[in-house]
């Protein structure tokens, strides 16, 4: 009885993190934009978790189907994505969003942060 009872709260635990969580964060890409030129593919997309939300920008090597993110932000921070030749544009909302200037440098790419508040003047 008490394997049977460890069993039953065991199997609902796993089977409950699977339903909150998913199995993984690519079945749940939300609003998912994608830009690709003939080397790099870059998605633009948010993820719900429980108690927040979030946006990121991953950037995916064409030729070793490599991907990696080189930008995550709390929910509506990002404003809009452009590339343009061998330079990635990062519309946000405040100066202070983080991203991973490695990542884009490793594929010979640069990032540029352009703040709401600069369009603007």
Same mark, same amino acid.
């Given at each position: 009885? =008490? ?11 796993? *089977? ?5 969580? $998913?199995?993984?964060?690519? %079945? ?5 934009? *994608? ?8 998605? &633009?997309?948010?993820?719900?978790? &429980?108690?927040? $939300? ?12 490599? %991907? %990696? %993110? ?21 519309? *946000? =909302? ?15 790419? *640069? &990032? ?10």
């Amino acid at each position: 009885m =008490k394997l049977s009872f460890l069993l039953s709260i065991y199997l609902l635990l796993s *089977t409950s993190c699977e339903l909150l969580l $998913g199995p993984s964060y690519e %079945t749940k890409k939300l609003n998912l934009k *994608t830009i690709e030129n003939k080397d790099v593919k870059i998605e &633009i997309y948010d993820i719900s978790l &429980i108690t927040s $939300g979030h946006q990121i920008v991953d950037l995916t090597d064409k030729y070793f189907k490599e %991907t %990696t %993110t080189i930008y995550k932000a709390d929910q509506n921070q990002l404003v809009d994505v452009k590339m343009r030749n061998d330079t990635i544009f990062l519309y *946000t =909302k405040r100066d202070d969003m983080h991203f991973y200037e490695l990542a884009a440098v490793k594929y010979d790419y *640069t &990032i540029q942060v352009v703040p709401e508040n600069r369009l603007k003047k």
